[in-house]
């Protein structure tokens, strides 16, 4: 099958394997250029594994640490006439490189939300690993349903108390334009919270306790972001802000719990970058295309890879322990809030416009980004050729 890219707004219903794997091989190839991780994690639960910065997690650790990984992921296999998900091929391309590099790499695909596949996960680190002792919350889901109640939550990017307006663009067609987002009602906002706040890891992390799956000394971490103030409306104090402060309610919680066996839980803030999660908030991807410009002229522009690289080599591990703020944060943001690029990205934003999204912004590397997301414009790879898209999970 000839697969070529298929844009519908912020998503792009295709992917393409091979283009997947050469992806997935350049962020290998990053880590095992640099120097190994000293005391590294050894065992790893990735919960979110297949794309973003979950996946740049499990990569960092296995290449850069020699780490076993187990990833749970939620991804949609290929159909006839229509190719996978991008994380299922992201995630074979994983476990083929690992396991040829000798590396312990097992996969779980369902529901992370489901009793059912903490159940799977308990029972593959009791049959091959015994214990893990690092975990990874890296969830980016539109929904959950709740374990317990058996509930649906959606949830929604919406400010809260008042609408907002700002500018933001269809990165798709080019297009400037004025989006005014109407405030979450009081539901949308608890159930927000229940998708994207910390009561899932609190499980996760209770659950291992108490099968005993934690070595001592276990970290855990899960991401979170701030950015600056352009954005606050619809992400720090939207609905996913509120989310992200329950997020980090959880973390000082489970931290309280592991720190009695010597390990800790914290958040990190990454920094805003394209994935197929924040793509679909409105105004981010705006924001975005002018700091990668401001960013990628200073020379401190990184992607995911990057990101949890730095974070595992220089906060968690080679004999660091993480710089909290004053929240008691990590942060791996701390390249793009600087002030000179936070001055230069607001010195911008104001004039952009459809017309000169192209000059003012680095739109074009925005485009770039998004489309290797599914594997397309990747070096190496032949996109006139057959490819394969029915392959099964390993
Ligand atoms: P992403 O969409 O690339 O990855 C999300 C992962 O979660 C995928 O592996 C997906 O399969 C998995 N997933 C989703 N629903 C699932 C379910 N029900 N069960 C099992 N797996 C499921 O997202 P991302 O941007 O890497 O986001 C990961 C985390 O990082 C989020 O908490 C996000 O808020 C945070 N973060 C993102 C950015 C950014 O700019 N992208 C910045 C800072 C923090």
């Keep these: 099958m000839i697969i070529k890219p298929k844009v519908r707004g912020f998503v792009c219903v295709t992917a393409h394997p091979d283009g997947c794997a050469a992806h997935i091989q350049e962020w290998i190839d990053y880590v095992k250029a640099q120097s190994p991780i000293q005391s590294g994690p050894k065992k790893v639960l990735v919960i979110g594994s297949s794309t973003g910065y979950g996946l740049a997690s499990r990569i960092s650790a296995a290449f850069g640490s020699g780490a076993a990984t187990l990833g749970v992921f939620f991804d949609r296999p290929s159909e006839e006439g229509r190719p996978a998900t991008p994380g299922w091929y992201n995630t074979i391309a994983f476990t083929k490189a690992a396991r040829s590099a000798g590396l312990y790499a097992k996969n779980i695909m369902g529901d992370a939300f489901s009793d059912d596949i903490k159940r799977q996960v308990m029972e593959t680190i009791k049959a091959d690993l015994g214990q893990v002792d690092l975990v990874i919350y890296s969830l980016a889901s539109p929904r959950r349903t709740h374990p317990r109640t058996g509930a649906v939550h959606k949830s929604c990017l919406k400010p809260v108390g008042a609408a907002y307006t700002n500018k933001t663009v269809d990165t798709d067609k080019g297009i400037v334009s ?126 995911c890879i990057e990101q949890m690289h730095r974070l595992f080599a220089t906060q968690m591990y080679n004999g660091h322990t993480p710089k909290f703020d004053d929240a008691g944060r990590a942060r791996v943001d701390d390249w793009e809030m600087r ?28 485009r770039e980004e998004f489309l290797k997301l599914f594997g397309f414009g990747v070096k190496g790879v032949n996109y006139d050729a057959d490819a394969e898209p029915h392959v099964p999970l390993i």
């Design 178 to 303: 004025e989006i005014t987002i109407e405030p979450a009602a009081p539901e949308e906002i608890a159930d927000t919270v229940a998708v994207m706040g910390g009561d899932d890891w609190e499980l996760w992390m209770d659950a291992l306790t108490t099968a005993g799956w934690l070595a001592p000394g276990t970290q855990s971490v899960a991401y979170s972001y701030i950015g600056p103030e352009v954005t606050w409306a619809i992400y720090k104090n939207g609905t996913i802000g509120l989310a992200k402060n329950d997020l980090e309610r959880a973390a000082k919680s489970i931290d309280s719990k592991l720190k009695t066996n010597g390990g800790r839980a914290f958040i990190s803030v990454n920094k805003a970058l394209v994935t197929q999660a924040s793509s679909a908030i409105p105004v981010v991807p705006l924001y975005i295309s002018i700091l990668y410009k401001i960013m990628k002229a200073a020379g401190t522009h990184e992607g």
């Design 339 to 366: 002030p000179e690029i936070q001055d230069a990205v607001a010195r911008i934003w104001p004039s952009v416009t459809t017309e000169n999204l192209d000059a003012e912004t680095d739109i074009a590397g925005y």
